[in-house]
């Protein structure tokens, strides 16, 4: 409790903090951009591009990266989502650096928390292997769903670092039963964030292309053995997917009954926070609520529409909004904020 109790002021490196969780969210945007336009491969190499730091695109760069990579015809329309989403995780990269540095120097500050910005820091590092990973091993759905929700998770926990350098907080003492119910909330909300992520990397997103049937029937063929077996075998290039259709529909069927569980178990607790909390319990639960909504509300868009670009890299966004929330009022549920005179 000492960690907490007694130091009510913002901590040194609470702005970085708050930067960077907001260039996480960047990161996370940028990563289903590149992957809703196919741009996964848009470098066939890692960390530059066809051996330049940046996209070639002058025809005599061109010439050079074709010989280089003479498999890899040069899309410079490609190349350069992909190139994007590296320099900022890149830069992300550096902020958590400074994050990990600024809690090495602090570590004697009561309430400075050690332990978990050198977590974030090695989750970083592992989620730029994962990248390298995804290119390298052309786009296997277990890396590419592996690296989504790393960046989920780095999003979560700069979230959670923010909130403790904030200052102010202290464990409740007793916790509410409240807790119980919201940290299965957000269990359920992971587990459906992994099967979205599965959904995606296997290209099942539009394999039932009506809603709210699908295909036309209630319970369509579906081979879930295929289309959730983790250790599937794959080829050279997973780029476009190599599932039949009854397992893409499995994946996406899935994902669909993981999104009424989410609902129910979600919105239970939203009523519950919104009867049996205080003012603060109240507001992040009406946070929760919106969150909810809105994501449902994505989801059902990128059916309806046939997956519309924007929508679709905001239902990605959607599914962070809704997790951090949840992680939110979690931590509301065990801390209470110190009175300040």
């Not at 066809?50 to 280089?68: K, M, N, Q």
């Not at 259709?245 to 926070?273: D, F, K």
């Not at 989801?299 to 909004?321: E, M, T």
Request: glycine fraction near 10%; charge should be positive; charged fraction near 15%.
């Amino acid at each position: 409790m000492s960690e907490f109790a007694g130091n009510s002021g913002r901590k040194p490196g609470f702005w970085l903090a708050v930067i960077a969780t907001a260039l996480a969210v960047v990161v996370v945007g940028l990563g289903a951009w590149t992957r809703l336009v196919h741009a996964g491969l848009g470098c066939p190499d890692w960390p530059g591009c066809y051996g330049f730091l940046t996209v070639p695109d002058s025809a005599a760069e061109i010439r050079v990266a074709e010989a280089r990579f003479p498999d890899a015809p040069v899309e410079v329309d490609k190349g350069w989502p992909e190139m994007i989403h590296r320099y900022v995780a890149g830069a992300l990269l550096l902020l958590v650096a400074g994050l990990a540095t600024s809690a090495i120097r602090n570590r004697k500050r009561e309430g400075q928390p050690f332990k978990l910005p050198l977590l974030i820091f090695a989750l970083i590092i592992l989620q730029a292997a994962f990248g390298m990973w995804t290119v390298t091993l052309k786009l296997w759905p277990q890396v590419v769903t592996a690296h989504l929700l790393g960046g989920f998770a780095t999003l979560s926990l700069l979230t959670l670092l923010a909130f403790r350098l904030s200052g102010g907080w202290r464990p409740r003492l007793k916790p509410p039963q409240l807790k119980t119910l919201a940290g299965a909330g957000l269990l359920v909300v992971v587990l459906q964030i992994t099967l979205g992520g599965w959904t995606s990397s296997n290209y099942a997103a539009l394999a039932c292309p009506d809603f709210p049937l699908c295909q036309g029937q209630v319970w369509p063929n579906m081979d879930f053995e295929q289309g959730l077996d983790v250790s599937q075998s794959i080829g050279p290039n997973y780029l476009g997917g190599q599932l039949d259709n009854s397992a893409r529909t499995a994946i996406h069927m899935a994902h669909r009954i993981g999104a009424i569980i989410t609902l129910l178990v979600v919105g239970a607790l939203v009523l519950v926070g919104l009867r049996e909390g205080n003012s603060g319990i109240r507001n992040y639960s009406r946070l929760v609520l919106f969150a909810l909504l809105l994501q449902v509300s994505l989801g059902v868009s990128n059916i309806i529409f046939y997956l519309p670009l924007s929508v679709a890299v905001a239902h990605n966004l959607g599914g962070a909004f809704l997790l951090v929330s949840l992680l939110m009022l979690n931590y509301r549920l065990r801390y209470e904020q110190i009175e300040r005179p």
